[in-house]
């Protein structure tokens, strides 16, 4: 701990910042949202494959690891992207409240999402939803 004061302090050098410690600031700062449910299971998957990772030297091909990874688990794209979504706010929470230096190499790398189904009713349908709605 003293090596990185002084190299912070006499070289200029940014301490390391691990998954954990952003994780843990992120869910502190999300502890009175609604989805802090949700946020806790995509964080978990998360910290399934980020888990000691340095976030000062992520990078792109971490992302394209990440997104191989749970391909391989049969997730499907919506899904990594909303986990990635949380990774990105958690990255940016530490960039703009904590002001750590870090990169953020998710811009740009969410995935294509199939259309979602557009679904018409029927005339039967539409004659029963004007009559229930007298």
């Known amino acids: 701990m003293r090596a990185q004061l002084f190299q912070q302090q006499h070289w200029g050098r940014e301490p390391e910042r691990l998954f954990e410690d952003v994780a843990a600031e992120y869910l502190l700062a999300c502890s009175g949202k609604r989805s802090l449910s949700d946020i806790k299971q995509r964080v978990g998957r998360l910290y399934d494959h980020f888990d000691g990772t340095d976030m000062g030297g992520l990078a792109g091909q971490d992302v394209r690891r990440f997104i191989e ?47 979602s189904r557009v679904r018409w009713i029927t005339r039967a349908e539409a004659a029963s939803l004007m009559q229930n709605a007298r």
Do not use: T, Y
């Open 69 to 115: 990874w749970r391909r391989g688990h049969g997730v499907s794209d919506s899904s990594i992207n909303r986990e990635l979504s949380v990774l990105s706010a958690m990255i940016n929470h530490a960039i703009v409240h904590l002001e750590w230096k870090l990169p953020n190499p998710l811009r740009g790398r969410m995935l294509r999402e199939p259309e």
